[in-house]
């Protein structure tokens, strides 16, 4: 064989793929039953990753670069890849650079365009190894003609997808005519390596024919591509010639071994045109490349062949001979074929992300949980809103404290075990100490996110002054077309922050309303008994007992409706649906998750006795309250009057007991909110943070470019820039940075102690849900998975993404007690949120300074 080409390597930098990839995977599977570390994971494919860029100069085994393409289509599967927002810089392949220094290259955060350019130094390294082997063993001649054709079909397929993976102009390695000649070329290498193999088996001479014939139909079409006005100069200055050659090499070998055919037939006229024309072709190829061995023997094969014909037919045959245009073609026996790329390549090695459900799956399982959630929700709150109203009915009717005995003019059993219950909880100093809390975390999640809306502010600013002084050579896509999701879903941030200050309005509001009636509560028995009025005279004996059994009996049914929905609302919680093996395999078999008739099927069967049960609890309770009413009527004329004023304070005092209940849920809740919406909103800043890196590396490799473009008098246009598809949650992770202090925000300190201690902010446990933890709370109980906002498909190449967990908000529909008969204290006015003041020597935090980023490069 004549001298075999091989591509040169796309050469890539060093980039930080661990932090970036760690952080989307946790904010896309944080909701996942399987909330795994991946950081080892990680690890290995950061090493596998940088033996793959920098051991092919080591010509080193394909299995390095086989590793870490498969690892990064198994992640690309399970992620979406256009949310990754590492830099990846690529070199041009061809580029020779210049005195100036550097290399043309293109810098894209995308993982598909990295997996693109491991394919590019996969198919390259193929033919360096092909090249490299030896011709004198089969296994050799089998192996290169595999690893040609299987470059051929790796360019081919980067020739179809490199643009739907880049959508944008590409370095000239990776331009489609570019690839195009470079298939061509690697499948008429293989047919040469399988041409050399006929000859080498000493195969029957027309099959050895056909085989050449095809070699230089695919020669000379690389030859057509490689000489392409606008390729020519990516190419060494050999290749040309070298293929040019081999061109005229096998039209040579093919004439030769078709004129056996003809001497076989006894054509002796035409056996010597087409040894004319081998003798012809084969000294044309001898001239322009160093022959092989192989080479040479047939040119003196050719060359005495023919004057061995022409003198038989002088003497004997005489034989007229044909001109050569009017021979037969020979025909062609096309056996090297472009092998499409495999879906594994490793031979060996596990899948690094098996645990990772593909992406379609995991968001028909958020979308299934979210399905879920809000139907059991629903359900808890028709139970929450019965109990409260139950709970309002009873404390305005002073049950059952009017059907307790207390000598001597005691309090009632129930309003002192009401009582022991709110001391044992803190009373009023923890219900303050809660409502301290909240204003803390109010302004920590503001402040984050102010700082990630000032991060985009300043980046697009950057962007705009830099436009305005280059010009139309400013070719970078602009950064408000960029920046439209993270705008939009920064909006959805602060529009659930307001929702949540509307919350915590209603939440002090009733404070205000019972805080009072908890402080009596909170006191010593003693406190709490000279708080209340003097009963009134006794009625004569007996003349009520009817009516407080009948109460008394009422009241037991009350308990036993409470009890009952405290167990249908633990069994509630407690319904799981796991669609996840059924979601696989209707993604194996369709291709497609149809999640909405899936878990409509599977929740419908799950949830519906739990749903009967609560229907019926609600509608027996509306037959029990109108019992109720009617036996205090009685109980109220058997003893002849209305309600004292001992029984308007005892029924203050038990909705008072209520309303703690109520307030400790409603506070925990809110706690646990803020805590969940500052891991989202670091997560929305982290990925603000690491868009803003993505497009600094960009901005400083183009001002790179525009640099050596003036100063190479513009040998090369710049290449356009990459156009960040729309960022997903990763983070390049915060450095280290000063410690708290005058002039630091709180978002800095918080963001720095939660880089150190690698953890999420402590979340309060959940308050139980009793019979008075009230009705559906102003907070949620759960993030939830918020659809995609999809737009025409194909009307631009960066593709939104799910960023926001929509936070369940029943603010505008908050259920509040409804105490009757005007028993409850009337609304105190509303007092806003008086933030606590500075201490000595720790002045309030203040917003952090222009310019700040918690998130310098490491």
């Given at each position: 064989m004549a001298e075999l080409l091989f591509v040169p390597f796309k050469k890539s930098s060093d980039v930080d793929i661990v932090k970036p990839l760690r952080n989307l995977i946790q904010s896309t599977y944080n909701t996942s039953e399987h909330n795994e570390d991946y950081t080892e994971a990680l690890n290995e494919l950061s090493r596998l990753r940088a033996n793959a860029v920098w051991k092919v100069f080591?010509?080193?085994?394909?299995?390095?670069?086989?590793?870490?393409?498969?690892?990064?289509?198994?992640?690309?599967?399970?992620?979406?890849?256009?949310?990754?927002?590492?830099?990846?810089?690529?070199?041009?392949?061809?580029?020779?650079?210049?005195?100036?220094?550097?290399?043309?290259?293109?810098?894209?955060?995308?993982?598909?365009?990295?997996?693109?350019?491991?394919?590019?130094?996969?198919?390259?390294?193929?033919?360096?190894?092909?090249?490299?082997?030896?011709?004198?063993?089969?296994?050799?001649?089998?192996?290169?003609?595999?690893?040609?054709?299987?470059?051929?079909?790796?360019?081919?397929?980067?020739?179809?997808?490199?643009?739907?993976?880049?959508?944008?102009?590409?370095?000239?390695?990776?331009?489609p005519e570019t690839l195009d000649a470079l298939s061509k070329l690697m499948l008429a290498q293989a047919q040469e390596v399988i041409a050399y193999k006929c000859i080498k088996d000493e195969m029957k001479e027309s099959m050895v024919a056909k085989v050449c014939a095809q070699c230089e139909e695919l020669y000379t079409d690389a030859l057509r591509a490689l000489q392409k006005e606008q390729l020519k100069p990516l190419w060494d200055r050999e290749w040309p010639s070298i293929v040019s050659?081999?061109?005229?090499?096998?039209?040579?070998?093919?004439?030769?071994?078709?004129?056996?055919?003809?001497?076989?037939?006894?054509?002796?006229g035409e056996e010597i045109a087409r040894l004319t024309l081998a003798d012809e072709q084969l000294r044309r190829a001898q001239a322009r490349i160093v022959a092989p061995g192989y080479l040479q023997e047939h040119v003196a094969r050719a060359a005495r062949q023919l004057a061995a014909a022409v003198k038989d037919n002088d003497f004997i045959y005489h034989e007229r001979v044909p001109d050569a245009a009017a021979l037969e073609p020979v025909a062609r026996a096309p056996i090297a074929k472009a092998l499409p790329p495999q879906e594994r390549w490793s031979a060996g090695g596990k899948d690094l992300f098996a645990a990772l459900v593909p992406m379609a799956v995991h968001q028909a399982l958020q979308t299934s949980a979210a399905r879920r959630t809000e139907l059991v929700t629903a359900e808890i709150n028709k139970l929450r809103e019965a109990t409260q109203l139950l709970n309002s009915v009873l404390a305005s009717l002073n049950l059952p404290a009017c059907v307790e005995s207390a000598p001597g003019g005691d309090l009632p059993d129930s309003i002192r075990g009401k009582a022991a219950s709110v001391r044992g909880a803190g009373g009023l100093a923890e219900l303050t100490r809660l409502m301290a809390e909240l204003p803390e975390l109010l302004q920590r999640n503001k402040d984050i996110l102010d700082e990630a809306e000032r991060m985009l502010r300043e980046e697009a600013e950057a962007d705009a002054a830099l436009r305005s002084q280059f010009g139309a050579r400013w070719t970078r896509t602009e950064s408000a077309k960029l920046t439209e999701a993270f705008r939009a879903n920064a909006d959805k941030y602060r529009q659930i922050i307001d929702n949540a200050i509307r919350a915590d309005n209603i939440v002090q509001?009733?404070?205000?309303?019972?805080?009072?009636?908890?402080?009596?509560?909170?006191?010593?028995?003693?406190?709490?008994?000279?708080?209340?009025?003097?009963?009134?005279?006794?009625?004569?004996?007996?003349?009520?007992?009817?009516?407080?059994?009948?109460?008394?009996?009422?009241?037991?049914?009350?308990?036993?409706?409470?009890?009952?929905?405290?167990?249908?609302?633990?069994?509630?919680?407690?319904?799981?649906?796991?669609?996840?093996?059924?979601?696989?395999?209707?993604?194996?078999?369709?291709?497609?998750?149809?999640?909405?008739?899936?878990?409509?099927?599977?929740?419908?069967?799950?949830?519906?006795?739990?749903?009967?049960?609560?229907?019926?609890?609600?509608?027996?309770?509306?037959?029990?309250?109108?019992?109720?009413?009617?036996?205090?009527?009685?109980?109220?004329a058997a003893r002849g009057g209305g309600a004292s004023g001992r029984d308007a304070a005892l029924g203050r005092l038990a909705a008072a007991a209520d309303a703690f209940q109520e307030l400790t849920a409603n506070l925990n809740e809110g706690i646990k909110f803020y805590n969940d919406l500052t891991q989202l909103l670091v997560a929305f800043q982290n990925k603000v943070s690491d868009f803003c890196f993505a497009r600094k590396t960009e901005k400083d490799e183009l001002l790179k470019d525009l640099t050596q473009e003036a100063s190479r008098g513009s040998v090369r246009p710049a290449p356009a820039p990459p156009q960040h598809h729309d960022a997903p949650e990763v983070s390049a992770g915060p450095a280290p940075g000063p410690g708290p202090g005058p002039g630091r925000s709180l978002t800095a300190a918080l963001l720095q102690a939660g880089a150190a201690?690698?953890?999420?902010?402590?979340?309060?446990?959940?308050?139980?849900?009793?019979?008075?933890?009230?009705?559906?709370?102003?907070y949620p109980t759960q993030p939830q998975g918020m659809p995609v906002p999809f737009g025409a498909v194909g009307a631009a190449p960066y593709p939104y993404y799910a960023p926001v967990p929509a936070l369940y908000n029943p603010y505008a529909t908050l259920p509040y007690p409804h105490h009757a008969h005007g028993r409850m204290p009337p609304p105190q006015p509303y007092q806003p949120y008086q933030y606590p003041a500075p201490q000595p020597g720790q002045p309030y935090p203040q917003p952090p300074p222009a310019g700040y980023n918690p998130y310098p490069q490491q």
């Open positions: 080591e010509k080193s085994s394909l299995e390095v670069i086989y590793s870490y393409y498969d690892q990064l289509v198994s992640l690309e599967s399970k992620i979406p890849p256009q949310e990754v927002q590492i830099p990846f810089k690529w070199k041009d392949a061809f580029d020779k650079g210049s005195i100036f220094g550097g290399r043309m290259s293109l810098t894209i955060s995308s993982l598909a365009y990295e997996r693109m350019c491991i394919l590019f130094n996969m198919a390259a390294m193929q033919s360096t190894v092909a090249s490299q082997q030896p011709i004198d063993t089969e296994e050799s001649l089998k192996l290169a003609a595999k690893l040609f054709q299987q470059a051929a079909g790796i360019f081919a397929y980067l020739k179809a997808n490199i643009m739907m993976a880049v959508h944008q102009e590409t370095t000239p390695d990776l331009n050659a081999k061109q005229s090499a096998f039209r040579g070998l093919a004439q030769l071994y078709q004129a056996h055919a003809a001497r076989a037939a006894r054509a002796v509001q009733k404070f205000q309303q019972h805080k009072e009636n908890i402080a009596m509560l909170s006191g010593s028995e003693g406190e709490l008994s000279a708080g209340v009025p003097e009963a009134p005279d006794a009625p004569a004996p007996g003349s009520d007992a009817a009516a407080v059994q009948q109460l008394r009996q009422l009241m037991e049914a009350v308990e036993t409706v409470k009890a009952e929905r405290d167990a249908i609302e633990a069994e509630l919680k407690d319904t799981t649906v796991d669609l996840r093996e059924r979601f696989l395999a209707a993604l194996a078999a369709d291709g497609a998750v149809d999640e909405p008739a899936l878990s409509a099927a599977a929740l419908g069967a799950a949830l519906a006795p739990l749903q009967r049960q609560t229907a019926e609890s609600v509608a027996r309770q509306d037959e029990l309250l109108a019992r109720l009413q009617a036996a205090h009527a009685a109980l109220l201690r690698k953890e999420p902010p402590p979340r309060p446990p959940p308050p139980s849900a009793g019979a008075g933890a009230g009705p559906a709370l102003p």
